[in-house]
């Protein structure tokens, strides 16, 4: 993998972050007009290991919940994915968090998100209470900006992991900038831009890197992160640019166009692809497949109304990130596109 050195590790992929209980509308509209939520999950971290676990591999999400009942459901509904919910920690006096949505996207105006994490048990994660044997016995460790965000202690803790050190698993960094979650007077975009200058990997939209550093263009986003080895810049529609690199050699630059999708919620979209790229990562497979597969778990995720789902089974996947350009181009995914593959049935071509 780029970055890192082989490694014979107890897992494949760490997430550490804060997952939460999430409401669901039983319908669109205002959250002061919803008349009843169902109920699920959400976190940026678990959504990535629980993507990963499901496509085969041995993932592992680090976390820090409530001795509540919302905690139980949070492991309870991680585990059930497959992924090894071992180390995460139970917080006697703190709650786990929550938060209610609204089913619009959330880039447009009318989305709303009602947070009830302050205080939240994750936000009391720091470097003296995480069990850095499970964090670091891993090929990779996958972290994320909103962590940084959640309290000085878990920033001191990024600051900690990011950190360079002898057998340093490959470091996954998605940038996520939320900036309704930092804390007046803290230079969110700054502490980013820092983090993820400390990573190997790193995923970042162009739109939130033009939002928080004022850069626009992949060039210019490569040039404000030049030090990771890997630097994936998401360009929503018009897909993703790979810088990749070996070494001390220049860049490569791969861009793989976005897929067609009839789209069911625009919710999860960017945590499935990070796990789609991750997962051609650990398998070793050319940049180009890499981009593809995060596309094609994305697409499965955006053709269901939750922020979760099982991925294409991976010889599915493997033959349609393996088309050429053209029909890349041509493929068209609807609801229900990746049952169809498993009984090996095409999805659209238009």
Request: net charge negative.
């Given at each position: ?5 082989a490694r ?6 760490v997430?550490?972050?804060?997952s939460?209980?999430?409401?669901l509308?039983?319908?669109?509209g ?10 699920g999950?959400g976190g940026?971290?678990s959504?990535?290991a629980c993507?990963?676990?499901?496509a ?6 680090i976390?820090r919940?409530?001795?509540d009942?919302?905690?139980?459901h949070l492991?309870?509904?991680?585990t059930?994915y ?7 920690r ?30 939240s ?5 720091s470097?003296?209470?995480v069990?850095?044997?499970?964090l670091l016995?891993?090929?990779?460790l996958?972290l ?6 959640l ?9 900690d992991?990011?950190?360079p050190?002898?057998g ?7 940038v996520n ?5 930092w804390r007046d007077g ?11 200058r400390r990573?190997?990997l790193?995923?970042?939209g162009?739109?939130?890197a033009?939002?928080?550093?004022g ?5 210019a986003v490569?040039a404000?992160?030049?030090?990771p080895?890997?630097l994936v810049?998401?360009?929503g529609?018009d897909g ?5 690199r070996t070494?001390s050699?220049?860049d490569?630059?791969t861009t793989?166009p976005?897929?067609r999708?009839d789209?069911v919620a625009?919710?999860?979209a960017?945590d499935?692809?990070?796990?789609g790229?991750?997962s051609?990562t650990?398998r070793d ?6 981009a593809r597969?995060g596309?094609l778990m994305?697409a499965a ?8 789902t099982?991925?294409p089974?991976?010889?599915?996947a493997d033959?349609?990130?393996a088309?050429?350009d053209?029909a890349?181009?041509?493929l068209?995914l609807?609801p229900?596109?990746?049952?169809a593959?498993?009984?090996?049935e095409?999805?659209?071509?238009t």
């Amino acid at each position: 993998m780029p970055g890192s050195a082989a490694r014979t590790a107890t897992a494949d992929v760490v997430c550490l972050g804060e997952s939460m209980v999430t409401f669901l509308p039983s319908q669109p509209g205002r959250l002061a007009d919803v008349p009843s939520f169902g109920r699920g999950i959400g976190g940026a971290e678990s959504n990535v290991a629980c993507a990963l676990a499901a496509a085969g591999h041995r993932a592992k999400w680090i976390g820090r919940v409530g001795a509540d009942g919302f905690g139980d459901h949070l492991v309870d509904t991680i585990t059930g994915y497959g992924v090894d919910t071992s180390a995460v920690r139970r917080d006697p006096s703190r709650p786990t968090g929550i938060y209610f949505r609204t089913a619009t996207d959330r880039a447009t105006d009318t989305h709303e998100v009602a947070y009830y994490r302050a205080g939240s048990a994750a936000s009391a994660m720091s470097p003296h209470n995480v069990p850095y044997e499970d964090l670091l016995d891993t090929r990779v460790l996958h972290l994320s900006g909103i962590t940084a965000a959640l309290s000085a202690d878990c920033l001191a803790l990024l600051h900690d992991l990011t950190a360079p050190r002898d057998g340093r698993p490959l470091i996954s960094f998605d940038v996520n900038h939320r900036p309704g979650l930092w804390r007046d007077g803290e230079a969110g975009p700054e502490i980013l831009l820092d983090l993820a200058r400390r990573c190997d990997l790193v995923f970042v939209g162009e739109d939130e890197a033009e939002d928080a550093w004022g850069v626009h263009g992949t060039e210019a986003v490569r040039a404000a992160i030049p030090e990771p080895d890997v630097l994936v810049v998401k360009r929503g529609p018009d897909g993703a640019t790979v810088f990749s690199r070996t070494g001390s050699g220049p860049d490569t630059v791969t861009t793989v166009p976005s897929l067609r999708v009839d789209v069911v919620a625009a919710v999860g979209a960017g945590d499935a692809f990070a796990a789609g790229f991750l997962s051609a990562t650990l398998r070793d497979l050319p940049v180009r497949d890499r981009a593809r597969h995060g596309h094609l778990m994305a697409a499965a995720v955006l053709t269901v109304p939750g922020d979760l789902t099982g991925p294409p089974p991976r010889a599915y996947a493997d033959r349609l990130a393996a088309l050429d350009d053209e029909a890349w181009g041509t493929l068209r995914l609807g609801p229900g596109w990746t049952a169809a593959g498993g009984a090996n049935e095409e999805v659209r071509v238009t």
